[in-house]
């Protein structure tokens, strides 16, 4: 069960009622149920998951997607349940919002966890990204689903685990419309993020995986730079969605971080 906002965001929100608020955002096509492995070892936390626009839960988006609209979205739901500020927590394109987020509601936010998430692609790989997105647009969200699979998951997971399948099921309950807006978002979104040097001046971590294609290493240092002391995280061997391989290996580095942090 969960329950909606009046925008009709889909949401859950569990935890200690005065402990401190972490905001959990999924990617691209996967819904709020991403971080169900996650959220034990979150326990001390008040924390808020919720479906963007389009994906599980949620209503189709309102009009046309960017990340001044996801972050928006961020923004009114924390005004709903009167959370005035909360450490931000984002995966993949969620990294993307939640930078967006601490530009546009930066005194809602006490800091930002980004994970896997892109930034300078460069010409080649910039192109890929947006053939892709084109190839949704005209074929579906199913279209780069199989090739997805192979650049998100390791070999041995991608046959032997759960994830593939459960990704499967948060595909197929997207609204086309907005995934296909969505897709075109995670493609163009890093134009309006990269080169804000110094813009960004909450506690931040930066992490990813040594084997994620979409969201290299060299990226996650890239970020960090432009963000004044962030730290800069990689985990060895895993891809993309690593955080369902391995969800410890996220959880503990993040909750690291966030014990940090003056409450």
Request: include cysteine; charge should be negative.
């Amino acid at each position: 069960m969960s329950d909606h906002a009046p925008d009709g965001t889909a949401y859950d929100l569990t935890g200690p009622l005065d402990a401190p608020c972490v905001v959990l955002i999924h990617g691209l096509g996967l819904s709020r149920r991403l971080w169900d492995p996650h959220l034990a070892a979150f326990a001390a936390y008040r924390v808020l998951r919720y479906d963007l626009y389009g994906h599980g839960d949620s209503v189709h988006a309102p009009r046309t997607t960017d990340l001044r609209l996801f972050a928006d979205q961020i923004a009114g739901l924390m005004d709903h349940l009167g959370i005035k500020s909360a450490h931000i927590v984002g995966f993949s394109i969620g990294g993307m919002i939640n930078r967006r987020f601490a530009l546009d509601h930066g005194k809602k936010a006490l800091s930002l966890a980004i994970l896997n998430s892109p930034h300078d692609r460069g010409p080649e790989a910039q192109t890929q990204v947006e053939a892709r997105a084109q190839s949704v647009r005209d074929q579906g969200a199913f279209s780069t689903f199989d090739a997805a699979l192979k650049r998100w998951f390791t070999p041995d997971y991608l046959t032997t685990g759960e994830g593939p399948t459960q990704v499967r099921r948060w595909r197929e309950q997207v609204d086309a419309e907005s995934y296909a807006q969505t897709a075109w978002v995670l493609a163009h979104g890093v134009r309006e993020l990269t080169g804000r040097d110094g813009q960004i001046t909450l506690p931040t971590l930066v992490m990813t995986c040594e084997n994620d294609s979409g969201s290299t290493p060299d990226m996650t240092h890239a970020i960090a730079a432009e963000i004044p002391n962030a730290a800069a995280i990689v985990i060895p061997r895993l891809q993309h969605l690593g955080l369902m391989e391995d969800p410890a290996a996220f959880t503990k580095p993040v909750l690291n971080f966030l014990q940090r942090i003056p409450r």
